[in-house]
């Protein structure tokens, strides 16, 4: 969304912006309880897997190297946002969230919990993490949304992709159909089976799962197309009708 | 020491090479467990003075500016070091620090640990902090440098400042004399004593009473010009004929 992902380390300059401003929108009419995440596109990722492909592994120059290069991603957001007026603050991921020896995650939000209740908009991001396991490791913006949205009692989840949402099928076959809304307690099994009735494949099945736990309990996450025009200010506004909505 | 103090938001890239420079070098020399910890310099006294003179206080905007700021400040500093190829990572102070409301500070400090165990350098800085008690605050490098001192065990705090130490009195009359050690367990009712026998002015003495509970718990402090070629590879290093060794 926010990066050129056919160009490496290159915002998308004209997405970003408008981004800014449809949260800005919703931030002036009363929407002032967010948490932004954003994740890696043509920054981490690509990061990432040069040093996978060089060097095998994350190591501490490469750390350095990921931390610095989302670091720049994620102050292009601010400072767009900034721009427009919000009170935006840049929070490194990699300062706060690190995985333990057993491999859970730990993190400590208080400073997030007082910024947003000063309606504050923290800015966060997919990144790479210490590990007492594996010694680095990548904490994706998923993940931390989903965490979050447990930890902070967030009533719902927003995913701004560059899809419309969950289809019935391959959505590049005839007669696909955008669902409207996708009740994971009944179609769990399916989501979980690659053989599954939806086309919820890779990254978008990995997305729904993770959120298991806080659907579970009453997040209501929606999925839908931050590219259109307009979206973006509906999600946040409380609009399901730009994308699936998924439920448990 | 990094900003040039004549001019706002601007810094010094000769100082700031050449810290980046002597830092390098002592790293390759097998200095490996590091934190750094800059101040606000023409960044965050500017703002924050701005703020205070036109808001009367930091509000909502005036947090996302002054950490804004302070993390473009943060970021070449950062830059330059990974640019000597040092595993340098930066940690917004904000994300982690906390005045709680009863005005003590919070904080959580495992990854930076989990950091140093595997030699990165991180790179704090003194910051805004969100507070339960006065709403935002400023948070001093100096306590920082402190805090972290006690709590992850140092040895020694090393204070680049751009004065050669502290002298037994004011500096700028003749026959001033640079003290080479001060014992703070006998001289510390001069040192609160603005009549004091030692030119522990303004800064210097806040900067390090600030320090009496890990002075008393052995930490050796050291504060040295930065300012002069060789001094921060010196300190780095362990010599301590660079300036005034505080102990208890």
Chains 1, 2 share one sequence.
């Not at 300059?13 to 002032?32: D, F, K, N, P, V």
């Not at 501490?60 to 601010?78: K, Y």
């Not at 099945?205 to 806080?214: N, S, V």
């Not at 259109?228 to 439920?247: M, Q, W």
Request: aromatic share 8%.
């Amino acid at each position: 969304m926010i990066t050129d992902k056919e160009r490496p380390l290159t915002i998308d300059r004209e997405s970003i912006e408008a981004i800014a401003q449809e949260i800005s929108e919703a931030y002036r009419e009363g929407l002032r309880k967010i948490v932004l995440i954003h994740g890696g596109g043509s920054y981490g990722h690509y990061v990432v897997r040069n040093l996978i492909s060089s060097r095998g592994e994350i190591d501490e120059d490469g750390f350095s190297e990921v931390t610095w290069w989302m670091g720049e991603l994620n102050r292009e957001l601010v400072m767009r946002l900034r721009g427009r007026g919000l009170p935006a603050v840049s929070i490194s991921t990699h300062s706060i969230f690190y995985e333990r020896s057993d491999g859970s995650l730990g993190y400590h939000l208080e400073p997030i919990v007082m910024m947003i209740e000063r309606e504050l908009i923290p800015v966060l991001y997919g990144d790479a993490i210490v590990s007492g396991k594996t010694r680095y490791s990548i904490l994706s913006g998923d993940t931390i949304a989903w965490r979050l949205s447990l930890e902070l009692g967030c009533k719902r989840v927003l995913f701004a992709t560059n899809v419309d949402g969950v289809f019935d099928r391959d959505p590049s076959k005839p007669g696909a159909r955008l669902l409207k809304e996708l009740r994971i307690s009944s179609d769990i099994v399916s989501l979980d089976d690659s053989s599954s009735k939806y086309d919820v494949t890779g990254g978008m099945r990995k997305k729904i799962l993770e959120g298991l736990e806080p659907l579970r309990r009453g997040v209501r996450a929606l999925i839908f197309n931050g590219r259109k025009k307009g979206n973006i200010y509906r999600a946040l506004k409380g609009y399901e009708d730009v994308g699936t909505v998924v439920i448990y």
